[in-house]
C-alpha cells in the first residue's frame, strides 16, 4: 500500500502539491476560528458541584450584578493611607465611574474598603455581565487601567487592578506574546539544525515552508472539527499545536529523508528510491503517527473537558502531518531529485559516523552490560518521581511581573488572601417554600466559624426567596493548596451538615472549582493512563506480530516517564523550590513522552527486524541496526526535543515545566532507551521476542531493498 502511495505522490508530484496548496488555502479562508477559553469551570461535567453551583446562579440570580475585578491602591512609599490618600481613592474611582466603559456597572468604595492596617484600600469593578472571558469586559478593565493614570496624577498613591476578569486579561496576552516567540524560536531552531545535518539550504527551508502549509491545513480542520464538535481548547493549545506540529512533522521528515539518502548512495534513481523509501518507512511512520493518535484520542475519556478538547485537536494535527509525510513530502522532492542536497555532496559517499559506529558496536557486544547500566539510570532518576507534588495556584504559573499578579500580592498585605475572590455558598429550599430569615443568619454564622474563614457576609435571597447567596472570605489565596482542601473538604463538608431541614447547601467559586479539578485529575490518572498504554501495546503488535515486544517495549517506555517525571520535580521543586509543578504535566508528559517517544523504539524495532529478515547474524544484525538508526534517531530527537524546549523560552512556569519534560523525556527515550536499552533488551531475547509471528526470520529480499552498507556502516 504504501509503495502504491508513493509511487503516485512521486509521479504526480504537481497534481499532489496543488491538492495541499487548495486546501491550505481553502481552509485558512473558510474555516472558523479555533474557540478558546480558561475558564475551569466550563470543563467540568455537570455532576460535579461547582458546575451545580454555577447553573443555579443563572437561573436565581439572573441579573445580579458581579464583582469583576478589584483595584488596589496603596502608597507610593508603602505607608499607612493618610486621610487625604483616602479621599484621593474615592475621586479616582469617581473618576473610573464617570468614564462609563461598555458592560462595567460602576466602580465603588467606601470606609469599609481600606485594610485594617491601613495600608490597602480597594475599589470593586462591577460589571453588567457575568461571563468573567466577554470581550467587551475585558476590553474595557484593560481601558481602565489607561484611564486611571492622569487621574493618579498628584496624589500619592500606586494602583493595580486584578481579579478574574484582570487576570483573564493578563494570560491571554501573555499567551499571544508566547505564540508568537513559540513560534519564531521553532523555525529559527528547525532551520539551523537541519542547516548543520544536511548543509544544504534548500533542506534546511523546505521542511519549514512544507510543514507551514500543514499547519495551515491542520489549524483549519481543528477550526472545523471544533466549531462542528462545540469543542473548545484551552488558551494553551496554540503553543502546543506549533511544536507539535513542526516537531512531530520535522521527526517524519527526517524518517524519510535519511532512507531516501540510503537509497541514494546505493545507486538507485531519485524516484525510484523515494518511491523506495515511502515504501520501507511508510510503515514505520504510520505505526508511529498510529500511536501518537490514540494515545491523544484516549483524553475523550477524561471527565475534563479542557482535555477532552485538547486531544482531538492534537491528534487531527498528527494525522495531518502523516499524510503529508507520505504525499506532500516525496512529491516536492521529486521534483528536486537529487538537487535538494545542493551544495552538499555528502550524500553520494558513506560517512564514517564514529558515534552510529561506536553506539552499535557496543550495543551488539555487551549487551546485557548496556541494558543493566541504562535501565539503572533512569530507574534512578525515576526516584525523583515520588515526591512530585500537583499545584493548582495557576497565578504561581503566570508571570510575576503581571499587573493582576502584583496587584494580588498588594492587596494580600491588607486583607485576608480570599478576598478578591470569595467562595459562593448557595442555600437553596428543596420544597420551593421561602427560606425561613432566622435560619438564614443561623447558617450564617455556622458558615463564619468553620476554620478558615475570614468571614461570611449575610445571605442575599433571590426574588422569590426559595435561594440565598453568602459570599464566604477564606484566609487564604483563591487558588492555593489550603483555600482548595478547605473549599472542597471542610467548607463543603459543614456547609452540607449546616444545612437547615428542608434546604440544601452548595459550595461553588474558584477554589471549589479547583477541588473538583484535582478529583476529576486524579479520575483520569487511573482512566486515560492505561487506555493510552494498552492501544500503543496494540499498534506494536500489529506492527511486529509479536506479543512479548510490545511488553517489553511499553515497559522500558513506563520507565523513561517515570525518570522524565522524576527529573523534572528534582530540577523545578528541588533546585528552583517551586511548592509544586503543574497538575496536569503528568498526563501531558504521559501523553507527549510515552506517544511520540515510541516513535522512536518503533523505528529501531522496525530495523531490528528488516536485517534480521535479510538473515544477517544475530550480533550483526543488532549493530548493523542501531548504527544504521542511530543517526535519524539523534537527528530528529534533537529537532524534536528543541522544539519543545523552546517552550522554555516562555515567561510561564506552565510551559517551562512543560518544555522541559517533554524535551528531556525525549532526549531519554531516544538516546537511552531506543538507541541502547530496547536493542539490547532485543538481543538478550533473541528470537523469542518476536513470539509467535516471528518476524525475524529470514526472507529474501527484493532487488530494489539490497541498498548496500548505508548510513555509515562500512564493511
Do not use: C
Not at 578 to 602: C, S, W
Amino acid at each position: 500500500m504504501f509503495q502504491r502511495v508513493g509511487r503516485f505522490a512521486v509521479h504526480r508530484p504537481w497534481l499532489t502539491i496543488l491538492g495541499w496548496v487548495v486546501a491550505a488555502v481553502a481552509l485558512a479562508v473558510l474555516a472558523p476560528g479555533l474557540k478558546s477559553t480558561t475558564d475551569e469551570a466550563e470543563f467540568l461535567p455537570k455532576h460535579y458541584e461547582s458546575v451545580q453551583v454555577a447553573n443555579l446562579q443563572k437561573s436565581a440570580f439572573p441579573q445580579t450584578e458581579q464583582p469583576a475585578s478589584i483595584v488596589v491602591f496603596q502608597r507610593s512609599d508603602h505607608e499607612r493611607l493618610t486621610a487625604d490618600d483616602r479621599r484621593d481613592v474615592i475621586k479616582v474611582a469617581e473618576g473610573l465611574q464617570a468614564k462609563h466603559r461598555p458592560e462595567i456597572a460602576k466602580v465603588e468604595t467606601g470606609p469599609r474598603a481600606v485594610s485594617p492596617n491601613g495600608e490597602i484600600a480597594l475599589a470593586n469593578i462591577v460589571a453588567t455581565t457575568k461571563d468573567t472571558y466577554d470581550k467587551k469586559l475585558a476590553d474595557s478593565v484593560k481601558q481602565l487601567r489607561e484611564d486611571a493614570k492622569p487621574l493618579l496624577g498628584g496624589t500619592h498613591l500606586t494602583m493595580g487592578i486584578t481579579g478574574q476578569v484582570a487576570t483573564n486579561v493578563d494570560s491571554q496576552e501573555s499567551s499571544g506574546n508566547t505564540d508568537a516567540m513559540v513560534m519564531s524560536a521553532t523555525l529559527l531552531l528547525i532551520i539551523v539544525l537541519l542547516l548543520v545535518i544536511f548543509r544544504s539550504p534548500l533542506i534546511a527551508l523546505l521542511p519549514v515552508i512544507i510543514i507551514g502549509v500543514v499547519f495551515m491545513v491542520a489549524i483549519g480542520l481543528i477550526g472545523t472539527a471544533a466549531s462542528l464538535g462545540d469543542l473548545k481548547a484551552d488558551s494553551s493549545i496554540s503553543p502546543i499545536l506549533i511544536v507539535v506540529l513542526f516537531g512531530v512533522g520535522t521527526d517524519y521528515l527526517l524518517f524519510l529523508l535519511f532512507r531516501y539518502r540510503e537509497h541514494l548512495r546505493a545507486g538507485q534513481e531519485p524516484k525510484e528510491a523515494l518511491v523506495a523509501a515511502v515504501a520501507r518507512v511508510g510503515e514505520t511512520i504510520a505505526s508511529a503517527a498510529g500511536a501518537v493518535i490514540v494515545a491523544f484520542l484516549a483524553l475523550l475519556l477524561s471527565t475534563m473537558g479542557m482535555m477532552r478538547a485538547m486531544g482531538p485537536s492534537l491528534a487531527i494535527a498528527v494525522a495531518v502531518t502523516l499524510v503529508a509525510a507520505l504525499t506532500f513530502v516525496p512529491a516536492v522532492f521529486s521534483l528536486l531529485g537529487s538537487k535538494a542536497f545542493w551544495p552538499s555532496k555528502a550524500w553520494r559517499k558513506q560517512p564514517r559516523n564514529r558515534f552510529a559506529n561506536t553506539v552499535g558496536g557496543l550495543v551488539s557486544r555487551r549487551p546485557g552490560l548496556v541494558a543493566l547500566v541504562s535501565a539503572g539510570v533512569l530507574a534512578a532518576l525515576a526516584v525523583g518521581a515520588l515526591s512530585f507534588r500537583p499545584e493548582f495556584d495557576t497565578s504561581s504559573q503566570m508571570s510575576q511581573k503581571l499587573e493582576s499578579v502584583q496587584a494580588m500580592k498588594d492587596l494580600q498585605r491588607g486583607f485576608s488572601a480570599g478576598q478578591s475572590d470569595p467562595a459562593m455558598v448557595y442555600l437553596k429550599s428543596t420544597g420551593g417554600t421561602r427560606l425561613d430569615k432566622t435560619a438564614m443568619e443561623s447558617f450564617r454564622t455556622r458558615l463564619a466559624g468553620i476554620e478558615g474563614v475570614g468571614q461570611a457576609a449575610p445571605g442575599v435571597p433571590n426574588s422569590d426567596g426559595t435561594v440565598a447567596q453568602y459570599s464566604v472570605v477564606l484566609k487564604y489565596a483563591p487558588t492555593s493548596d489550603k483555600a482548595i482542601e478547605l473549599a472542597g473538604g471542610t467548607l463543603r463538608d459543614q456547609a452540607h451538615k449546616a444545612a437547615p431541614t428542608g434546604t440544601r447547601a452548595l459550595v461553588g467559586g474558584t477554589s471549589a472549582v479547583l477541588a473538583d479539578v484535582k478529583n476529576a485529575v486524579d479520575h483520569d490518572y487511573t482512566v486515560v493512563f492505561p487506555v493510552a498504554g494498552i492501544a500503543i501495546m496494540v499498534i506494536l503488535g500489529l506492527l511486529l506480530r509479536s506479543l512479548v515486544a510490545p511488553w517489553y517495549l511499553m515497559a522500558a517506555v513506563a520507565l523513561g516517564f517515570g525518570a522524565t517525571l522524576g527529573s523534572t520535580v528534582w530540577l523545578f521543586q528541588d533546585l528552583q523550590g517551586k511548592h509544586g509543578l503543574l497538575f496536569m504535566l503528568p498526563v501531558i508528559m504521559y501523553l507527549f513522552v510515552v506517544a511520540i517517544g515510541t516513535d522512536y523504539n518503533i523505528l529501531m524495532v522496525a530495523r531490528l527486524r528488516e536485517e534480521a529478515r535479510r538473515g544477517t547474524a544475530p550480533r550483526e544484525a543488532i549493530r548493523t541496526a542501531v548504527a544504521r538508526s542511530a543517526p535519524t534517531i539523534a537527528s530528529a530527537a534533537v529537532i524534536l526535543a528543541g522544539t519543545f524546549g523552546v517552550l522554555m523560552l516562555a515567561d510561564n512556569s506552565m510551559l517551562q515545566q512543560m518544555g522541559f519534560a517533554v524535551a528531556f523525556g525525549i532526549l531519554l527515550t531516544a538516546f537511552i532507551m531506543a538507541m541502547l536499552l530496547v536493542p539490547t533488551v532485543t538481543s538478550l531475547l533473541g528470537h523469542k521476542a518476536w513470539w509467535p509471528g516471528h518476524q525475524d526470520e529470514p526472507v529474501t529480499p527484493a532487488p530494489a531493498d539490497r541498498t548496500g552498507e548505508l548510513e555509515g556502516v562500512r564493511p
